[in-house]
């Protein structure tokens, strides 16, 4: 099955409001009417997302930069300082959400059970989920990295539906090789990515996973991402470090044509 790429840059805590506003600037300028044969999107702080969006104060003359949150609330509204919920990033127009990602459950107490809440919110928003998971240094030279991946997806999928999998957009970041410079091997990233498309059928069926879009992230970049996007099982990559910049992202997007 033909599955379309997606690749998301995850700024992190970087490029505010003005940035943004440069970045979305430069970006037009380069993408000019070029075809871009991926799907793409930017995971902006939640105080950026406004500043890229298309059609913003007039600056976009015709981009579409899909939107993509860092994180957000499993409940609706309510007394949660400091928190964001899909009801307001679906009046924003964003498009993706990210769930579970490793510094989210390293410093902010994310877990599977939260994951679990997040993605079934999500998938009863507009918002398409995008599942982060992978193993730290340790598990992955313990030879643990199965056993990781298997427990983060059957805890983090309980009571998700075939149907709803489907929507699910999910993300392979090997802890050890996130902003490390260590990238996983084309090789290794495509031999635990084929595993947990083999994990997904065997809780859901063979037809859903193969339909499942499954990228991977752990320092990709301008001069990694096609021998990563070419192997089999890869569909996409979530970039932190490298989608910062606008010259990297649109080199990033436009993988296939250099
Ligand atoms: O969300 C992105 C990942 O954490 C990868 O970050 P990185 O490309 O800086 O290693």
């Known amino acids: 099955m033909k599955r379309k790429k997606i690749i998301i840059g995850n ?9 943004g506003h440069i970045f979305l600037h430069k970006l037009e300028e380069k993408l000019n009417n070029k075809k871009i044969n991926c799907d793409f999107a930017i995971a902006a702080p939640f105080v950026t997302l406004p500043y890229i969006m298309p059609h913003d104060h007039g600056t976009n003359k ?3 930069i899909d939107l993509c949150a860092q994180n957000f ?14 009801a307001m990033l679906e009046q ?26 997040k ?32 427990k983060q997806l059957t805890e983090g999928l309980k009571e998700i539906n ?17 902003g490390t410079g260590k990238t996983a091997t084309p090789k290794q990233a495509q031999k635990t990515i084929k595993k947990t498309r083999e994990i997904i059928a065997n809780i859901y069926d063979q037809k859903t996973a193969e339909k499942v879009r499954i990228q991977y992230g752990g320092s990709v970049k301008v001069e990694n991402i096609k021998e990563l ?10 970039v932190g470090g490298a989608s910062v910049d606008p010259d990297s992202f649109f080199k990033l997007i436009t993988y296939d044509q250099n």
């Open 62 to 64: 015709g981009i579409e």
């Open 73 to 86: 609330h499993y409940q609706n509204e309510g007394a949660f300082t400091g928190e964001i919920s899909l």
């Open 119 to 150: 993605l079934k919110a999500a998938l009863n928003s507009s918002i398409i989920p995008v599942m982060a998971f992978g193993e730290t240094l340790e598990e992955f030279e313990k030879n643990q990295t199965d056993d990781v991946i298997l």
């Open 11 to 19: 700024w992190k805590m970087y490029n505010g409001p003005e940035q």
């Open 92 to 117: 924003l127009g964003v498009r993706y959400g990210i769930v579970g990602h490793s510094e989210r459950r390293q410093y902010f107490n994310e877990t599977n059970k939260t994951v679990n809440l």
């Open 162 to 178: 075939k149907t709803q999998i489907e929507r699910i957009i999910f993300a392979y970041e090997p802890i050890w090789a996130i």
């Open 229 to 238: 996007m070419e192997q089999k099982d890869i569909d996409g990559a979530l």
